[in-house]
């Protein structure tokens, strides 16, 4: 089975809730790292085709993988170009996260290997952070808010079979500073290594915290 | 093979941090739910005997499943009465956290079901909520702090081989008022309907939320 992974990605003004941490070139550095540890892992799984749909109209980064990836510069909101891309797609695709970077290649693989239509690994406070749809042209993502129940609610109200795929690594976006943490304790790819290199580190006190 | 699950449970003085959202009455009612969600994932799993280890005197509750349940009343702290529990362990055990209503007997089976001596799942910010000891007598535990990264050393000090267990609903302790987004969301156990009963709902605005 052919699928293709459809990441979105924004690098301007990105991830402004690290701002109190990360000065806003970091910020952009951090995200293509994040984005980087994304494209190794789906590339280690079995799909060989990633499209990132990017805010930002120069994107350069070097990757030694191999996975065939196309850039589409697309300034609409995120729903919006989703689901005029997904319309089109008759082959399954897997709609992954950017800001994920602890997600690895046994994940996607078990994700995309599920026999139902439509399977949802959730974020952390209702987010989906993987969506892979059997049938994409047969479905609306709708991201913000409880996107997770929103998506629940579509396979229902469309009659696809779903399931929840249950993986911390998947779950942990990178939205704010206590979630450095995971990063930090984790890691092992780009983004965990960019923080090392800045200065990033681990202090425990009561409860685990980072310090710069 | 014979696994047995161990339980450290609190009741007294429970979930402190939920404090401005819950009585110390509901803190306590609600720490039961969040049990009876774990032994009910446990009893639907392989495991056949568990053994809650409580700070209180007196723990009444009832369950409706097929368990071999014993609970021990022990008011030391959590790594002094577990490590001495465990010395004595010649089967392998499983220590499964109170406070992981989301777990399913499914992730439970997964984990038992690994070869490797430990099986490590994680919670958020270093925790460590479900170990899987196949020779407990040769493992210390060491909670607190950044447990996770002390349970890999561990397990590769005492030349033990190790697997990470990746899975979402078993990360989610709930321990802060945040913490209650992913019960709202996604539970459908005793402390999620405890929390529909007492009035506790979801509310978005930018993001998730929860309200009474």
Redesign the interface.
């Known amino acids: 089975m052919k699928v293709k992974a459809i990441i979105p990605f924004k690098k301007e003004g990105a991830k402004t809730r690290l701002g109190a941490f990360l000065t806003e070139k970091e910020r952009e550095e951090f995200a293509i790292c994040m984005l980087k540890d994304v494209l190794v892992a789906v590339s280690g799984s079995e799909i060989e085709e990633a499209r990132i749909i990017s805010t930002c109209s120069k994107l350069n980064f070097e990757l030694d993988e191999e996975l065939k990836l196309t850039v589409r510069e697309d300034e609409r909101g995120l729903n919006e170009v989703l689901n005029e891309v997904i319309r089109e797609e008759k082959e399954p695709v897997l709609i992954i996260m950017a800001d994920i970077p602890l997600a ?1 290649s ?2 996607i693989n078990e994700l995309v290997r599920r026999e139902e239509d439509v399977v949802i ?2 974020g ?3 987010g989906t952070n993987a969506l892979f749809l059997r049938r994409p042209y047969e479905f609306f993502v709708s991201y913000y ?2 996107s ?2 929103k998506h629940v609610e579509m396979a229902k109200r469309r009659n696809l079979s779903y399931v ?1 795929y ?6 942990v976006d990178i939205d704010e500073v ?1 979630d450095l ?2 990063l930090v ?2 890691g092992k790819g780009f983004s965990a290594e960019y923080l090392r290199a800045i200065g990033v580190c ?1 202090r ?1 006190d009561k ?2 915290k980072v310090g710069r």
Chains 1, 2 share one sequence.
């Open positions: 690895t046994e994940s690994a959730p952390r406070k209702g808010g409880i997770y129940l929840v249950d993986s911390f690594f998947i779950s206590d943490i995971e304790v984790h681990l425990v409860e685990a």
